[in-house]
Nanobody
């Protein structure tokens, strides 16, 4: 299984981006029952967990993004998403997706999000 993250870019404050994380090689049952997470790492800071989508479908967010970010997945497309609205300069970071399937953790390469003020 390989995860491919995409959708990052440069956006002005208040703008939106949708990040995608496609799981190539994952069978439907594994993908749909897996847990999906988005992390970010800003320059000079540690990587932090931003949004979680549990295997049971529960969603959790850090306080800083609540009401602005939405995590979701499309099982048929084997793709997890992070919809980011009302972006702020402090959201600037490299974003990473993580999938937990087959009792293993899979990581995608990061995608850079830059938000200008």
């Amino acid at each position: 299984v390989q995860l491919q993250a995409s959708g990052g870019g440069f956006v002005q404050a208040g703008g939106s981006l949708r990040l995608s994380c496609k799981a190539s090689g994952a069978i439907l049952s594994a993908f749909s029952s897996g847990a999906w997470n988005w992390y970010r790492q800003a320059p000079g800071k540690e990587r932090e967990l931003v949004a979680e989508l549990t295997s049971g479908g529960s969603k959790r967010y850090i306080e800083a993004v609540k009401g602005r970010f939405t995590i979701s997945r499309d099982n048929a497309k084997r793709t997890a998403y992070l919809q980011m609205n009302d972006l702020k300069p402090e959201d600037t970071a490299v974003y990473y997706c993580e999938g937990v399937m087959y009792s293993s953790n899979y990581w995608g390469r990061g995608t850079l999000v830059t938000v200008s003020s």
